[in-house]
């Protein structure tokens, strides 16, 4: 009566459909992706190739090249890094500083940024720097011998 092929149950699973929905998942998320820009302040940053990772900061300090100060991305004066410094300073374990100054900007200011986070209680600082590659490291030193 029945016939045996039709009474068969199905034991595959077409994963194509599957695939076809992951994949336009992806081209989506990487579409929406580059539309997610997290804001900054332009800075020009010097290049050096013995640049290392930081893995806390605890403060972000930016220099512009026309002389403007930012705090954790926002514009600031010499006093309120002074405030700033002393109250994180004052909340204990080990604050640190970054430092990210424009190429343009004298190295003066740099150090007196400097010396304003040191003598606040901040003692750990860095200085942000724009990785250079080896090529570049080398043509510099070439250039530097000429």
């Known amino acids: 009566m029945f016939d ?3 009474s068969q149950t199905i034991v595959g699973i077409n994963v194509t459909p599957l695939v076809d929905i992951m994949l ?3 081209i989506i998320f990487m579409v929406t992706s580059s539309y ?3 804001e ?3 800075v020009d940053l010097p290049k050096a190739a013995t640049g290392g990772e930081t893995l806390e900061t605890t403060l972000s300090f930016v220099i512009q090249a026309d002389g403007h100060l930012f705090l954790n991305g926002e514009p600031t004066s010499r006093e309120a890094i002074a405030a700033q410094c002393k109250k994180t300073a004052a909340q204990g374990g080990q604050p640190q500083a970054i430092i990210a100054a424009d ?3 004298s190295h ?3 150090v007196e940024i400097i010396d304003i986070i040191r003598q606040n209680g901040i003692l750990k600082f860095a200085i942000n720097i724009e990785p250079q590659t080896a090529n570049q490291a080398q043509e510099n030193a070439t250039q530097a011998q000429e």
């Open 4 to 6: 045996d092929e039709d």
């Open 24 to 26: 336009v998942l992806l």
């Open 36 to 38: 997610i820009i997290r």
């Open 40 to 42: 900054s302040i332009e």
């Open 103 to 105: 190429k343009r900007v």
């Open 108 to 110: 003066g200011e740099v």
